[in-house]
């Protein structure tokens, strides 16, 4: 049964930078992508901005190369590594197993909307014990936005207009807006308070109990 002090019928996640800190996996395969193609190395300083986006767009803007075939060859190198090695190079922020805890035993509904590719996202779910909080995981797959994602979900009935998006970067608050939805920030992942506050979220927060006591409180 859900508490009444629980103001959404659905909690939608982001992973990456959200529930699970995927830096040390993410730079590693994309530098292993890029050198695989013939594009040098780049910093981690230079990756970690692209945390979050489609890997199209990441990859494009880390190689500089506008060629379709290359950045598809480039996403299938990222993949190779990833989907091996890179999607273990990952750990779970502070504070999320007991956020996700008291957020089931509320009885809300919780799922993931991923720019990830779907069967990695479930991947990394199951090997850091979080796959079993959700009721649904959205991955996307190239040339589909986090936008489309939420959209295939209103549509299919999987939630409805009364759910929040929760994220760490603008495009997971531009995706629900654009799709009527709430959306919230936080602030532990790779997007700071400026560019979530460009986004309108109903909420931004700083820890993972923090964003738990703004659910318990709906904002007026």
């Known amino acids: 049964m859900q508490y009444k002090s629980m103001p959404y019928e659905t909690l939608i996640f982001d992973l990456d930078g959200t529930l699970t800190n995927p830096a040390i996996g993410i730079v590693r395969c994309m530098n292993y992508a890029l050198t695989t193609l013939g594009f040098p190395p780049r910093f981690e300083r230079d990756i970690t901005p692209y945390i ?18 290359c ?42 909307c991923t720019s990830k590719y779907e069967k990695y996202a479930i991947k990394v779910l199951q090997e850091f014990n979080l796959f079993d909080y959700f009721e649904f995981v959205s991955g996307s797959d190239y040339h ?34 654009q799709n009527g939805l709430t959306g919230a920030g936080v602030l532990w992942g790779f997007g700071d308070r400026e560019e979530l506050a460009g986004g309108n979220p109903v909420f931004i927060a700083e820890s993972p109990l923090e964003l738990l006591q703004r659910l318990q409180n709906k904002p007026e």
């Open 52 to 69: 979050g986006p489609p890997l199209e767009i990441a990859l494009r803007g880390l190689s500089g190369s506008d060629d379709a075939d």
């Open 71 to 112: 950045i598809k060859q480039l996403i299938v190198a990222y993949r190779e590594r990833y989907g091996e090695f890179g999607y273990a190079e990952n750990t779970v922020y502070e504070g999320i197993y007991p956020m996700l805890d008291a957020l089931l035993a509320s009885g809300v509904r919780m799922g993931v």
């Open 144 to 177: 589909v936005a986090k936008s489309e994602q939420l959209a295939e979900l209103l549509n299919a009935g999987t939630i409805t207009s009364n759910s929040l998006m929760i994220g760490d970067r603008a495009i997971d608050l531009a995706a629900a807006q």
